[in-house]
């Protein structure tokens, strides 16, 4: 059974940093496509970031130099280490597993909340 | 970017009844469109991609159609459980991104 647990939200400051991270379990990650997806509190989707089994990546306009999505094949878990963080990174981050080429799996999601 | 714009943005139902939401693309992104539905407090399950193929489990009271520009996800005659957000995603161009989504709602 395919299973993502999301970790390492919480509330940081203005302008800190946070890595949160994507246990994989049921399949192996780096054999995959992996993203994640935020949604702030009471809005809508928004795309931020895919790894693909080859290594390449991108990322939402928004979060570009500022994020950086990589994984531990040994640990079978994907990362999102976000720096320089602002109110408006404030939102539920979900991982996601890819089939089809779409977001298929779905952790439960971790949230990240921006504040002073 | 393109800008993905679903409409209407409620949509109040009874059970039983037709469901009809749409979701209009700023440019043609041919038929990489997926449709997600999000129950409150959960995360999203994919319904449908690339337009019209239904995800493993899905209903087949669950239909999507279009391409190019313009898409529709049907649903046909709505149960208890299909009350929800829904939104469709594209990935024809980067950044990946979503419309704004439809609540349907129990009217």
């Known amino acids: 059974e395919v299973q993502l647990v999301e970790s390492g939200g919480g509330l940081i400051q203005p302008g800190g940093s946070l890595r949160l991270s994507c246990a994989a379990s049921?399949?192996?990650?780096?054999?995959?496509?992996m993203s994640w997806v935020r949604q702030a509190p009471g809005k809508g989707l928004e795309w931020v970031s895919v790894l693909y089994s080859g290594g390449s990546t991108y990322y939402a306009d928004s979060v570009k130099g500022r994020f950086t999505i990589s994984r531990d094949n040994s640990k079978n878990t994907l990362y999102l280490q976000m720096n320089s963080l602002r109110a408006e990174d404030t939102a539920v981050y979900y991982c996601?597993?890819?089939?089809?080429?779409?977001?298929?799996?779905w952790g439960q999601g971790t949230l990240v909340t921006v504040s002073s | 970017e393109i800008v993905l714009t679903q409409s209407p943005a409620t949509l109040s139902l009874s059970p039983g009844e037709r469901a009809t939401l749409s979701c209009r693309a700023s440019q043609s992104i041919s038929t990489y469109l997926a449709w997600y539905q999000q129950k409150p407090g959960q995360a999203p399950r994919l319904l449908i991609y690339d337009a019209s193929n239904r995800a493993t489990g899905i209903p087949a009271r669950f239909s999507g159609s279009g391409s190019g520009t313009d898409f529709t996800l049907t649903i046909s005659s709505l149960e208890p459980e299909d009350f929800a957000v829904y939104y469709c995603?594209?990935?024809?161009?980067?950044?990946?991104?979503f419309g704004q989504g439809t609540k349907v709602e129990i009217k």
């Open positions: 995603q594209q990935r024809s161009n980067w950044p990946r991104t």
């Open positions: 049921g399949f192996t990650v780096s054999s995959n496509f």
């Open positions: 996601a597993r890819q089939a089809f080429n779409w977001n298929y799996h």
